[in-house]
């Protein structure tokens, strides 16, 4: 069973919804940065108040930065059954820097066209408290506006309108999508399309982490 698993793919592409499965079926770690990023954010911190202004624009945090947060995450971690990186790394910059911490097993990379994300994200719903994702139409809460799991009051990020959606894309071409090449070089990646129901695509991500 592979353990050390990194999330691909670009924004919207699922990668919070597969890795929250993934977590709970096999007791894993995750490793989000985008969720770190804004609760530092939320929370006032140092990072946050610098954070917010790429995120907010769609660019990506500086590497020092993400790469200084991911080392003392790991580091703090201890022994566990598996991690699995959601967001990290998103530069080759950062992917070396992994390497430098751990072997990597596999790099999961989910493959979904560009217009079908920009639907997904605009109709996101996320939780603020345990970072739960929703989505209006394909994955509803029980009761509108609630978390299932917590029973906060979702909200719509602001990453999550179109404009800062499509920069988002085009971020991720530039900068992230050259690590589908530099994992495929290590024998690592396995691509696998991300559209269809989730739990079929679930089934596939099981498939690849045996
Ligand atoms: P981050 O939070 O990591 O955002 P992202 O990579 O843009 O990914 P998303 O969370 O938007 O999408 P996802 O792939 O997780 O999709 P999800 O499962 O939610 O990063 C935010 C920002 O932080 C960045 O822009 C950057 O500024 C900064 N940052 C973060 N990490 C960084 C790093 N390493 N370096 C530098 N900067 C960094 O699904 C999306 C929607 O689709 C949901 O509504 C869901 O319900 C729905 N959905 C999922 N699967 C399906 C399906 N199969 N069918 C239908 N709907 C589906």
Redesign the pocket.
Known sequence: MKSMIVLL?P????????GEKLETELGYVRL????M??EAVRNGTELGKI?KG??DS????PNDL?INLMKEKIESLGKVPGIIF??????VE?AEALDKELDIDLALN?DVEDEVLVS??T???SCPDCNA???LS??PPAKEGICDKCGAALYQRD?DKEETVRN?LK?YREKTFPLVSYYEKTGKLVTIP?????DA?FAQVKKAIQ
């Open positions: 793919g924004p919207g592409a699922g990668k919070g919804t597969q989000s940065t985008g969720d990023l804004r954070a790429y995120m769609g660019a990506l945090v993400i959601d967001g990290f790394p998103r530069t950062q989910f997904r994200l109709q996101r719903r994702v929703y989505h394909n994955k990453d988002r971020t991300g559209t269809g129901e989730i695509i």
